[in-house]
């Protein structure tokens, strides 16, 4: 490669580079993953060294992050905000203590203080005098940007210090960011918890902060007038002290091979861990020596970041499975050449439905590169065309039951006016195995029966032995057969045997949940049970067909009601119910039939003030009155919040419907 042509390479992946920094520190909106940014990072860096004359201001060997928004005040660092230098194997490992021998011109024995390297957003506090004087993002390293109130936001970063030890002047360094489950309920506005953070303490108005629940880890110091610690093991001890939160998985080390052995076992563990990690920082425990160390122009010589394996990789596609789930919907699945991915082997990936394979024209023989997010299923991110054979043949998705041999479909959605993209077995019922062993799977699990001994793999077991073939077996298996099992002793067959006993004791609800109706999830078996009362009435409703009763329940809508007359067309699923009624002691709902609202009807309609919509539907029901979901002859009153549904307000006056506000609602209840 000639010179010129170096220098053109060189200069587009800085460019690329600085497009990347920008989505990522500026925006809060990356297109590439952790990995890919660090592998061009890297890629640059390798250039360099390779050819000396290659150099550039935007390098990422001489720049750190990316430059300070203008919708924020700016703020210079006393002490540079500096990335860490990245560790992804074992050789860059020992390469780094070297370089520190080499620099120190001497090979002695130091301890490793080890942190996890949490994947949030970097902030600095600076506290004068014990109380908090600025928060400041990292910026470009030198210049951030101020964004105190946002800060103050965040219940675990204190705003004054009691501690009489605590340095008159210092900035305390950490993370912020978001744990998993808190990050769930607002997935569907952030592409990942790190964006969410992000995005959250760029907010201009520091009540939009509020909302988040952001935490913050503090882990090092900036500037500091006076150090009273000498190592950052005892800085850290420090930190609690004066009211910071640092992580419960901080440890010392002593040598490069502890370091390795650590980092196995905690990458195996990274993805049960309530926060995002992407590694390990390791830290020269002795800040004397880290002071003697010093820095490189972007990042110290005293610490790095060993990062884990990466979430994705490429592998082979062996064979694309069929499987079938309760519900009947057609899952395939890659079979695919084992692969070590975030510590963990994966040997299987989802493909989603028929449709992902079409669009991503993916076939069996297929290299691919497959992604895993946290505990779920890997999925395929893309199909290296370049490398698939030449008599790979396009993936035929099955139209019949690979189990029963059932028609399949996909059904149509009035309200998108497109197919759905999952195609459905359409033997709703008992008689396809793979839909019967899954329900059976569901009328077991924790939320249903709830039966202890009972798992997926044990149900899979009796099913193939033909000991259980339908929900009402399980109360009649044959203990001194299972007794002469494998893996079974007097012991285990015994508590199986308690466990069946007890779940047998089941409220309406989780009944009406264990039988397995798609779109009859847990709060809508809870609204049903609570329509019904008991089972008998459940029952009487099912056999006569009158489904239409549940229109008028606030919650219950023209999808449930069609999924119900489905799954009880079958007569089969109707005699399981009525076998089951009388094998489980199904208890009755107690309702108060002479509350003050007996006989009256609510609906409502716009936000209600200091009560949610549940919470007041719940007094009606224990006062004896009925909330409705629709607008008809039926209905008492219409209960008007803020901003009501101009639609309702407008039917119900055409009925001569009750219209009362939250107070006139008060005055119902006395």
Not at 115 to 124: C, F, L, R, T, Y
Not at 389 to 417: A, H, Q, R, V, W
Not at 509 to 538: D, M, P
Not at 594 to 608: C, P, R
Request: hydrophobic share 35%.
């Amino acid at each position: 490669m000639i010179k010129k042509e170096i220098i053109s390479k060189y200069q587009l992946k800085i460019k690329t580079l600085n497009y990347h920094n920008r989505l990522y520190y500026s925006l809060s909106k990356p297109v590439i993953t952790d990995s890919k940014f660090d592998e061009l990072k890297k890629e640059i860096i390798e250039l360099e060294k390779k050819y000396k004359f290659l150099i550039n201001k935007d390098s990422p060997s001489i720049k750190v992050g990316y430059k300070a928004s203008k919708s924020f005040d700016k703020f210079e660092h006393k002490v540079q905000m500096l990335s860490l230098s990245n560790a992804f194997s074992i050789e860059d490992l020992k390469n780094f203590e070297k370089k520190i021998f080499n620099y120190l011109n001497k090979k002695f024995k130091f301890d490793y203080s080890v942190e996890p390297k949490i994947d949030g957003i970097s902030a600095s506090l600076t506290y004068k005098n014990k109380k908090l004087l600025y928060g400041v993002s990292r910026g470009d390293g030198k210049i951030g940007e101020i964004i105190t109130e946002n800060l103050k936001t965040i219940k675990d970063i204190p705003q004054n210090i009691v501690d009489p030890n605590f340095p008159g002047e210092i900035e305390i360094r950490g993370e912020v960011f978001i744990k998993k489950k808190d990050f769930l309920k607002i997935k569907d506005d952030f592409a990942n918890p790190r964006n969410a953070a992000s995005g959250t303490l760029r907010q201009k108005d520091p009540k939009e902060t509020e909302k988040i629940p952001l935490n913050f880890i503090a882990y090092t110091f900036g500037y500091v007038d006076k150090k009273n610690f000498e190592y950052q093991t005892e800085f850290l001890s420090n930190l609690k002290k004066w009211g910071f939160k640092t992580n419960k998985d901080n440890t010392l080390l002593k040598n490069i091979n502890d370091l390795i052995d650590y980092h196995k076992k905690f990458e195996s563990k990274r993805y049960n861990l309530e926060y995002d990690v992407d590694g390990l920082v390791y830290k020269v425990n002795d800040l004397n020596l880290q002071n003697r160390l010093g820095f490189t122009s972007n990042s110290p010589r005293w610490a790095i970041a060993h990062k884990f394996s990466a979430d994705s990789a490429s592998t082979k596609i062996l064979n694309i499975d069929i499987q079938i789930g309760r519900t009947g919907a057609l899952t395939p699945v890659a079979k695919v050449s084992p692969v070590n991915i975030g510590g963990v082997v994966v040997s299987n990936a989802t493909l989603h439905n028929e449709d992902e394979i079409k669009r991503k024209d993916i076939r069996i023989g297929d290299i691919i590169k497959i992604e895993r997010a946290g505990d779920v299923i890997p999925h395929v991110i893309e199909v290296d065309i370049n490398k698939r054979d030449k008599s790979s043949k396009i993936f035929k998705f099955p139209t019949k039951c690979p189990s029963c041999g059932s028609n399949t479909l996909k059904e149509y959605n009035k309200t998108t006016k497109k197919y759905d993209a999952v195609r459905r077995c359409l033997n709703d019922g008992y008689g396809c195995e793979r839909i019967a062993v899954e329900k059976l799977k569901h009328f077991i699990s924790k939320d249903a029966l709830n039966i202890d001994g009972l798992g997926k793999k044990v149900i899979e077991k009796f099913w193939d032995l033909k000991f259980i073939k339908k929900p009402q077996d399980i109360f009649n298996l044959n203990f001194n057969k299972i007794k002469n099992l494998d893996g079974w002793g007097e012991v285990s067959v015994k508590n199986l045997k308690n466990s069946i006993e007890s779940s047998k004791n089941v409220t309406l609800q989780k009944f009406i949940y264990s039988i397995g109706i798609r779109h009859i999830g847990i709060e809508n078996a809870k609204l049903i049970s609570e329509s019904t009362n008991n089972v008998l009435n459940f029952i009487e409703i099912i056999k006569k067909k009158q489904f239409d009763k549940f229109l008028n329940i606030d919650g219950i809508g023209e999808t449930q009601i069609n999924s119900l007359k489905n799954y009880f067309s079958n007569h089969f699923n109707v005699s399981i119910v009525v076998e089951l009624s009388n094998i489980l002691n199904i208890e009755k709902k107690s309702v108060n039939k002479n509350g003050i609202l007996k006989n009256k009807t609510f609906m409502f309609t716009g936000k209600l003030d200091g009560i949610s919509r549940a919470e007041a539907k719940s007094l009606i029901e224990k006062n004896s009155g009925t909330t409705l979901s629709t607008v008809s002859k039926n209905l008492n009153y219409l209960v008007i919040g803020q901003k009501p549904t101009r639609k309702k307000v407008e039917q119900a006056k055409k009925f001569n419907i009750n219209i009362i506000n939250q107070k006139e609602l008060k005055k119902l209840f006395n």
